[in-house]
């Protein structure tokens, strides 16, 4: 990792190279990092990574990934702007969208510099927060301009869509019948994310509307999925109430996930190693992973609750949990920093509770939690997740079916179709204030553990998880699709 006015690059490495930027979420750096790894290792092309940080010095789970890249991917990341410039309690997104148009300076100077010294830049890659701010770097080095979209086909797909929604309804209580979009589950109105749910004149809803707006103005858009999983992806002449949209070429390249050690310290290490082998000593299938992502957090009241709901569903269980946040249900959004307040302390669960369950359930702090290796062990027959992208990916990767407990973005639209679609997930019942009893915690952990209901979601992820494998194969569609690709940005970059 280096600042940028440490940058240097490599003058040995004359290969085409792809230029990424990655807005400051941990969910976007994981894919985006294996996109590079393949970019390098698997076609011909040299890769450096931008990280638009939005905190100084970066989070630990950035610094421990750092650690992992492998030899031939730069990741480096870039200055965060100065705490003054917005509020403390600015919006997840705003700070997300601030930190990347902050970058733009940083990251033009990078990109003159690696295509004067490091070889033919053969294209500049961002996710969907920087296709605005980074269009002109694009423009003005006159290299193609794409997207790694890190979530869903569908949520893609009702982006595309949205302009034309929004044209066509007079305010957010229209939304109220489902949205259809080809070849997905509907749409239902407390499915969307919560920016389009706000009100038509409010910052949070423009600002997503303009997102939107952007998407189609790239030369191409990847996308971290794959068509056995969503099979619509990419079709042209998608229709909406009569109108055709044209959309950009779609490539699925998905699905791409972390599947590589991340070094941590010593202690982590060890940490490591006790949990597998407690993992060791479960029968096979017998055990409930919970997990809310890098960034999902609960209140100190549902945090208990589900303690006790794991109790009472009477299961193994490894649960990686943070700290209550009692105002956001993204408050680990922007990672740990070394100094932040000690989790491990664990005193915000029920009182009682580790004693009660130290023989079958094993707590650690989510910071370390080896989540695809926890998913690969032949003990695990269940994930409790808040349904980010990589997390399903990777639950699907494993074929361990799911308890879909969505938190924040599209993860209600990501937990609908996993449960009604692809059939793999049920989704927790929410009752007043988006509370989750101890009742339905277990009721929902022994559907997918036990009976015929669990038997037919373990057979489909089974069947999943061989077609995601195809993917990725050597004849695969998504290897493919990548391959595609980059032999353009090759042909781009060589001037053929």
Not at 159 to 172: I, K, N, Y
Not at 292 to 307: D, H, K, V
Not at 457 to 469: A, C, G, Y
Request: glycine fraction near 8%; proline fraction near 7%.
């Amino acid at each position: 990792m280096a600042e940028l006015c440490e940058y240097a690059p490599d003058r040995t490495a004359r290969r085409p190279r792809v230029l990424l930027l990655c807005s400051p979420c941990m969910g976007h750096l994981i894919p985006f990092t294996e996109l590079a790894r393949r970019l390098v290792a698997h076609h011909g092309l040299a890769a450096t990574l931008l990280f638009a940080s939005a905190t100084w010095p970066p989070p630990e789970q950035y610094l421990a990934l750092a650690a992992s890249v492998p030899d031939g991917v730069d990741l480096v990341a870039l200055p965060a702007p100065p705490p003054e410039a917005l509020p403390h309690f600015a919006h997840v997104r705003d700070r997300v969208t601030h930190a990347v148009r902050a970058s733009i300076p940083h990251v033009r100077h990078v990109a003159r510099a690696l295509s004067t010294e490091a070889g033919p830049l053969a294209a500049i890659v961002v996710d969907m927060v920087g296709a605005a701010p980074a269009r002109g770097v694009a423009a003005e080095l006159g290299v193609p301009f794409y997207m790694f979209f890190t979530s869903p086909w569908m949520t893609l797909s009702l982006l595309m869509h949205l302009p034309h929604l929004d044209a066509t309804s007079s305010s957010r209580v229209e939304f109220r019948d489902p949205i259809r979009l080809p070849g997905c589950v509907p749409v239902h109105a407390h499915d969307l994310p919560p920016s389009m749910r706000a009100d038509r004149g409010s910052d949070m809803y423009a600002g997503f509307l303009a997102m939107a707006r952007e998407v189609t103005g790239v030369d191409g858009i990847l996308v971290n999925t794959f068509r056995e999983l969503e099979p619509a992806v990419g079709d042209d002449g998608m229709i909406v109430n009569g109108v055709t949209t044209t959309l950009p070429v779609i490539h699925p390249v998905g699905p791409l996930v972390w599947t590589r050690p991340v070094l941590g310290g010593g202690k982590d290490r060890g940490r490591h190693e006790c949990l597998m082998r407690w993992l060791d000593q479960q029968p096979r299938g017998s055990v409930v992973y919970v997990s809310f992502g890098s960034g999902g957090t609960l209140t100190l009241q549902q945090t208990a609750e589900l303690a006790l709901g794991l109790e009472l569903a009477q299961c193994r269980f490894v649960w990686a949990v943070k700290r209550p946040h009692q105002s956001s249900t993204t408050g680990a959004f922007f990672g740990s920093r070394q100094g932040d307040e000690e989790t491990a302390a664990l005193d915000f669960l029920p009182e009682g509770f580790i004693d009660r369950t130290k023989d079958v359930g094993l707590v650690m702090t989510s910071t370390w939690a080896p989540q695809t290796a926890i998913l690969d062990h032949a003990s695990v027959g269940c994930f409790v997740t808040h349904c980010g992208w990589n997390s399903i990916l990777e639950s699907v990767i494993y074929g361990v079916p799911m308890v879909a407990w969505p938190l924040y973005a599209e993860q209600n639209m990501n937990a609908a179709m996993l449960e009604v679609q692809v059939r793999v997930a049920v989704r927790v019942k929410f009752g007043d204030d988006h509370f989750v009893t101890k009742e339905e915690v277990a009721a929902a952990i022994k559907r997918v553990m036990n009976g015929a209901e669990a038997e037919r979601m373990t057979k489909r992820v089974s069947e999943l998880r061989e077609r995601s494998v195809h993917a990725l194969s050597k004849d695969g569609s998504s290897t493919h699709a990548l391959a595609q690709t980059a032999n353009k940005w090759k042909c781009f970059a060589n001037g053929k």
